[in-house]
């Protein structure tokens, strides 16, 4: 049965609500999807409670955000308490973070030439994980640039002029702190991060899986994942990475799924470790 385990909301930078999600995953045929939000758990009460009556299952997820002075590294955690006091602390500060990084981007723009109104901003995000992506809708709806392609690699991408780098959160922090509240943490789309090298200092931090499967990889990619997964003996992921139908990519729920059988190992090393 298929499964997708890389799913943003509007709780982050999607565009559909936790209820819409689950109702087009199930109209797609899915059986199993995790909620992956930027930075918040926010999205999943619902995301489950919408799950459980349309016989979906919904698997308690979130992707943090961390850097470090090479690449963005975004780590996933499965599985973990969303009322872990700890990690919901730790999130109010990186969410209030991203809210203040959002003041300084808009900053950044105007000594560009380039006015926006971070109202304009939060009016889209609702002060729910606001990043990047909210910034560049502004910019499109504002004809400063013509797409999120643009918006992106003129401003908004790492090395881009009006970049402002998030709350300071190491991958191996993050890491801990999906363990410590009880998840199973995963490197995101390694390949974007292009950090390989890096892979064993996160197993040693904790790490138990690599997001081999992904929308746009290439086959080649994906082998290569594959192996590094056998040799470190790690789990095996894979998502769509879907925002909505409405992000910039043409993709839909359904569209790039997993088979059940790497989701029933994840479910085995979550059930193992309780
Ligand atoms: P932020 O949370 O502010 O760091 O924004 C990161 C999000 O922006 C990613 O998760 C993607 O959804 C999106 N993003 C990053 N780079 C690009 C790009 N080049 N084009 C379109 N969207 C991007
Ligand atoms: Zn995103
Ligand atoms: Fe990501
Ligand atoms: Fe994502």
Not at 35 to 50: F, Q, R, S
Not at 71 to 98: K, S, T, V
């Given at each position: ?55 979906l299952e919904v698997i ?50 105007q000594g560009l030439g ?161």
């Open positions: 049965m298929p499964a997708d385990l890389h799913i943003h909301s509007n709780f982050s930078d999607g565009t559909d609500s936790p209820e819409e999600v689950v109702k087009l995953a199930a109209a797609a045929g899915l059986t199993t999807i995790a909620l992956t939000d930027h930075d918040t758990v926010g999205g999943i009460d619902p995301a489950w409670e919408a799950g459980s009556r349309l016989g308690p997820g979130i992707e943090f955000t961390t850097e470090n002075p090479r690449a963005e590294i975004h780590i996933l955690g499965y599985f973990l308490d969303r009322q872990d006091p700890e990690l919901l602390a730790i999130l109010a500060n990186i969410q209030q973070g991203r809210i203040d990084r959002i003041y300084k981007i808009v900053e950044k723009l380039v006015t926006i109104d971070t109202e304009d901003v939060f009016a889209i995000s609702g002060r729910r994980s606001p990043g990047r992506p909210h910034v560049a809708r502004v910019l499109i709806q504002q004809g400063a640039v013509a797409n999120f392609r643009e918006a992106f690699s003129r401003y908004l991408d790492f090395r881009a002029p009006a970049y402002v780098p998030h709350y300071r959160l190491l991958p191996t922090e993050a890491v801990q702190l999906v363990k410590k509240a009880g998840g199973i943490p995963v490197f995101a789309h390694p390949a974007v991060s292009n950090c390989d090298d890096l892979i064993p200092e996160l197993i040693a931090a904790g790490l138990r899986g690599l997001e081999v499967y992904y929308f746009g990889y290439y086959a080649d990619q994906i082998q290569h994942y594959l192996e590094l997964a056998r040799k470190y003996d790690l789990l095996v992921t894979g998502g769509s990475d879907y925002h909505g139908c409405d992000a910039g990519r043409d993709l839909k729920l359904g569209d790039f799924t997993i088979a059940d059988e790497l989701v029933e190992k994840l479910r085995n090393e979550h059930l193992r470790g309780n």
